[in-house]
């Protein structure tokens, strides 16, 4: 049985989809004030790490846990769902499955205690 990170096309998909979700996450005006001194290649790279390590890539996540690197940034549980529905979104135009997409939103969705801070 392929892993989520194998059917989704691997390292090459899992790139096109961290650039086009963070293309659609800085159009985004509720979002876009969130990344304004955020270095965006070492984030892409972080993202792009987490997700295909969440997703069973070979890749290990070594970036900082999540309430660390979310701490101070005053982030709502409005701005958490809206960057979930965008993943969403990039995945599903990108024809990635919807059952796999609930998968990955799965393990993306208990992160939320460690991002939201207000």
């Known amino acids: 049985m392929a892993s989520i990170y194998e059917e989704i096309g691997g390292r090459d998909a899992i790139g096109a989809a961290v650039d086009e979700f963070y293309r659609r996450v800085l159009d985004d005006a509720a979002l876009a ?22 997703v069973g890539g070979p890749q290990r996540y070594e970036g900082p846990n999540m309430k660390a ?10 701005a958490f769902d809206k960057v979930v529905k965008h ?3 990039t995945l599903t ?4 499955t919807a059952p796999t997409v609930e ?16």
């Open 33 to 54: 004030p969130y990344f304004e001194s955020t270095d965006m290649v070492r984030l892409k790279a972080q993202q792009g790490a987490f997700i295909a390590a969440a």
């Open 69 to 78: 690197a979310h701490d101070g940034l005053a982030i709502t549980d409005e």
């Open 87 to 89: 993943l969403a979104d």
């Open 93 to 96: 135009d990108l024809g990635v």
């Open 103 to 118: 998968a990955i939103g799965g393990k993306l969705l208990p992160l939320r205690t460690a991002i939201v801070t207000t």
